[in-house]
């Protein structure tokens, strides 16, 4: 098993094209291929992770894509936010998100808190 730290897009590249034959045909876990294969995966997440982070999308946006996802209209969102205008308000980005507004749209919708915390983008 040859195995080096990713620390060039040079690298990156090297180990992207070393692990795609194994989405093909991935290997057994237990196997020598296989733990080489786990191996490169955590070395390219790792260097992913730190190279191209992928920011938490802005909390209007989280909430709309939920809804779009769940088929739920403004109307479901007013025990988490409040009566409709206030809903309204919120995804129209007139009025920001209180941290009851968060815990409730993070445990009623399931959105990653983080995603909620952001500021909005402005109006």
């Given at each position: 098993?040859?195995?080096?730290?990713?620390?060039?897009?040079?690298?990156?590249?090297?180990?992207?094209?070393?692990?795609?034959?194994?989405?093909?045909d991935e290997p057994d876990p237990d196997s020598e291929a296989g733990a080489y294969f786990e191996v490169l995966l955590t070395l390219i997440q790792a260097y992913e992770a730190r190279h191209h982070a992928i920011e938490p999308p802005d909390p209007v946006e989280a909430i709309?894509?939920?809804m779009e996802q769940q088929g739920l209209s403004p109307r479901d969102l007013e025990p988490m936010i409040g009566r409709s205008n206030r809903v309204y308000e919120v995804l129209n980005r007139r009025r920001p998100l209180t941290l009851v507004m968060i815990r409730r749209l993070?445990?009623?919708?399931?959105?990653?808190?983080?995603s909620l915390i952001r500021e909005s983008a402005p109006a």
């Amino acid at each position: 098993m040859d195995i080096r730290p990713i620390r060039t897009p040079a690298d990156y590249e090297q180990a992207l094209r070393a692990v795609a034959p194994f989405f093909d045909d991935e290997p057994d876990p237990d196997s020598e291929a296989g733990a080489y294969f786990e191996v490169l995966l955590t070395l390219i997440q790792a260097y992913e992770a730190r190279h191209h982070a992928i920011e938490p999308p802005d909390p209007v946006e989280a909430i709309k894509f939920r809804m779009e996802q769940q088929g739920l209209s403004p109307r479901d969102l007013e025990p988490m936010i409040g009566r409709s205008n206030r809903v309204y308000e919120v995804l129209n980005r007139r009025r920001p998100l209180t941290l009851v507004m968060i815990r409730r749209l993070h445990a009623g919708l399931g959105i990653p808190a983080e995603s909620l915390i952001r500021e909005s983008a402005p109006a």
